[in-house]
């Protein structure tokens, strides 16, 4: 592979045949970013002025997330070679990574002029125009993407920017279409799932996701939604099943949180405490297995031990509104079950040690 990059390289300066720098330009480079580089920087010393090398050098830098030294290079390719769509459309991306919504849709605008007319520049013009808070704008740009790409694609994507600029109405409508152009895409019937969990349309959220697992019987993603709708349908030794087999895969700490929901629900509360507690242990800041600890000790009766627990929830976040509502609700519950049982305490010790019986003569003799 470096006598490949060697010889383009050498094409590139060889002189002589414009070609010959159309063969470096869209070279599709596989080795090694260091490699690259170092080629790509001997050339440009002996060349400064070639915008394919600077143009080459910005790709490497792009694909290593080095995007400012990325813009650097693109831009001294632009300056060598200014009507190049290409260049244009590079510098658009970089800019879009470096968080420059305004350079970036200039760039990419510049590159449509040019004619660079594809399906990632106006996803991403919409994405920039969207980040700018022109909505008006980043719908036209997804219209472009639409009209030019007829496919169930194209649909997700313009139906992910229409959840993104909040109509839910127009997106389904988009992932619709998509999942007739093509009943396999998986993108679109994820969205549409999560769309109808969301809204807590069961019936029409498991069609959309037994589809998808009947694409990918494997897929953890989406063996997730189906437990999480066996959750709420009720049928938990099902959601405990597929929860099991997940947490046993990943060992993430939210499916063991999510098995153990399952276990409370079950109200099997020592599974459940078990569960929420090696949630806690992956992640020492995912507070709500902690909360989920307290609610077992608290059904198992073991007050206390619940109290304590939610004071250390509040010992690390004293603003937590759930910890303090549900400890508050648990002292209360405390304090009326301790009078509680001082009162059936004074009715016993009442039963068994009445008081003496008042003999009938003394009460003649008062009566005197």
Aim: proline share 2%; hydrophobic share 40%; aromatic share 10%.
């Amino acid at each position: 592979m470096r006598i490949l990059i060697a010889f383009l390289v050498m094409m590139a300066f060889s002189g002589c045949v414009e070609h010959s720098k159309d063969a470096l330009h869209n070279a599709d480079i596989n080795v090694k970013a260091a490699s690259v580089l170092e080629y790509l920087r001997e050339v440009s010393e002996k060349e400064p002025r070639n915008h394919v090398v600077h143009y080459q050098l910005a790709n490497v830098h792009f694909d290593e997330e080095q995007y400012r030294q990325a813009q650097i290079n693109i831009s001294k390719a632009i300056e060598f070679q200014e009507d190049n769509a290409e260049y244009y459309f590079l510098s658009g991306k970089i800019y879009q990574k470096l968080e420059e919504p305004e350079e970036a849709v200039k760039a990419l605008l510049l590159a449509e002029n040019l004619g660079k007319k594809n399906q990632e520049l106006y996803y991403i013009i919409a994405e920039e125009y969207q980040r700018l808070k022109e909505p008006a704008k980043a719908r036209k740009a997804i219209d472009q993407l639409t009209d030019m790409d007829n496919s169930a694609e194209a649909y997700t994507l313009k139906g992910n920017i229409m959840i993104s600029l909040g109509d839910t109405v127009q997106a389904m409508e988009n992932y619709q279409r998509a999942v007739k152009l093509d009943k396999t895409y998986p993108d679109a019937h994820i969205a549409l799932a999560d769309i109808h969990i969301s809204r807590k349309n069961e019936q029409e959220a498991h069609k959309f996701v037994n589809t998808l697992l009947q694409l990918e019987p494997d897929n953890l993603g989406f063996l997730e939604r189906k437990g999480e709708l066996l959750m709420r349908s009720g049928e938990l030794d099902s959601a405990k099943a597929i929860f099991s087999r997940i947490a046993d895969e990943r060992q993430h700490y939210l499916d063991y949180y999510q098995l153990s929901n399952v276990y409370y629900l079950q109200r099997a509360y020592d599974s459940a405490q078990y569960m929420a507690k090696k949630a806690f242990e992956l992640n020492k800041d995912f507070l709500e297995a902690q909360i989920l600890v307290a609610r077992s000790l608290d059904k198992k009766r073991r007050y206390q031990e619940a109290i304590e627990v939610y004071q250390a929830i509040l010992a690390t976040d004293s603003t937590y509104n759930l910890a303090i509502t549900e400890l508050d609700n648990l002292q209360r519950k405390v304090a009326y079950l301790w009078r509680l049982e001082q009162e059936r305490k004074e009715m016993d010790s009442t039963r068994n040690n009445p008081p003496p019986a008042v003999q009938k003569k003394e009460i003649i003799d008062n009566q005197k």
